[in-house]
């Protein structure tokens, strides 16, 4: 699974911005995608995923109330939209892809859970 993402940039503090992630070939029916971000010298952390099978999201509770995530499964795309961006949002964020052999969202939205990995997007907020 190929994943490409674009949409990052430079707001800010309070802005919005929306991530569009593609990936190449996706089912409907199985799977799960979501975002991650990385500042230097940190761990990726998850931010948002969403189970391709019943578009149920999981945010961060450092996104609640500010992120959406949402899918248009007819074109394998996944969206991030970013409200009322913080300086803290400031990263570089990642589109991840678990491999569709499996059915659900892993119970915990961890990079080792993630098979798949797009080039990632730099969001700068100041």
């Known amino acids: 699974v190929q994943l490409v993402e674009s949409g990052g940039g430079s707001v800010q503090v309070g802005g919005s911005l929306r991530l569009s992630c593609r990936a190449s070939?996706?089912?409907?029916?199985?799977?799960?995608m979501g975002w991650f971000r990385q500042v230097p010298g940190k761990e990726r952390e998850g931010v948002a995923r969403?189970?391709?099978?019943?578009?149920?999201?999981w945010y961060a509770d450092s996104v609640k109330g500010r992120f959406t995530i949402s899918q248009d499964n007819s074109i394998d795309t996944v969206y991030l939209q970013m409200n009322n961006l913080k300086a803290d949002d400031s990263a570089m964020h990642y589109c991840?892809?678990?491999?569709?052999?499996?059915?659900?969202?892993?119970?915990?939205?961890?990079?080792?859970?993630?098979?798949?990995w797009g080039q990632g997007t730099q969001v700068t907020v100041s």
């Open positions: 991840a892809a678990v491999d569709p052999s499996r059915r659900w969202c892993p119970t915990v939205w961890r990079s080792t859970s993630v098979d798949n």
């Open positions: 070939e996706y089912p409907d029916d199985r799977g799960c």
């Open positions: 969403i189970t391709t099978a019943t578009g149920s999201p």
